[in-house]
């Protein structure tokens, strides 16, 4: 009896581990998600820009910078682009 007591013991420590461990990665996860869907909006709304840009001779870049910046930043990172382009 001694032994299951023991066990039991071991299987609440560990789910109880495993509870801790979920919720410690769980904030990081969804961040890295909203990263990646926030960059590719980014990309997204750069093809529009340079795809409307065509018309007027605009364009801007991408690359690692300009999807870091559209990325982080969403819709008002692209605004910065597009006047950081016209301004220089």
Same mark, same amino acid.
């Given at each position: 009896?001694? #032994?299951?007591? $023991?066990? $039991? &013991?071991?299987?609440? =420590? +560990?789910?109880? &581990? $495993?509870?801790? /461990? =979920?919720? *410690?990665? @769980?904030?990081? +996860?969804? $961040? *890295?998600? @909203?990263?990646? /869907?926030?960059?590719?909006? #980014?990309?997204? *709304? &750069? %093809?529009?820009?340079? &795809? !409307?840009?065509?018309?007027?001779?605009?364009?801007? #870049? %991408?690359?690692?910078?300009? =999807?870091? !910046?559209?990325?982080?930043? #969403?819709?008002?990172? =692209?605004?910065?682009?597009? *006047?950081?382009? !016209? !301004?220089?």
């Amino acid at each position: 009896m001694e #032994g299951t007591a $023991m066990y $039991m &013991l071991y299987f609440v =420590v +560990l789910i109880t &581990l $495993m509870y801790i /461990v =979920v919720k *410690l990665f @769980k904030w990081p +996860l969804k $961040m *890295l998600a @909203k990263l990646i /869907v926030n960059c590719i909006c #980014g990309i997204i *709304l &750069l %093809i529009i820009t340079n &795809l !409307i840009g065509k018309q007027f001779n605009f364009s801007i #870049g %991408i690359n690692a910078f300009t =999807v870091i !910046i559209s990325g982080f930043c #969403g819709i008002p990172g =692209v605004i910065f682009l597009i *006047l950081f382009k !016209i !301004i220089f």
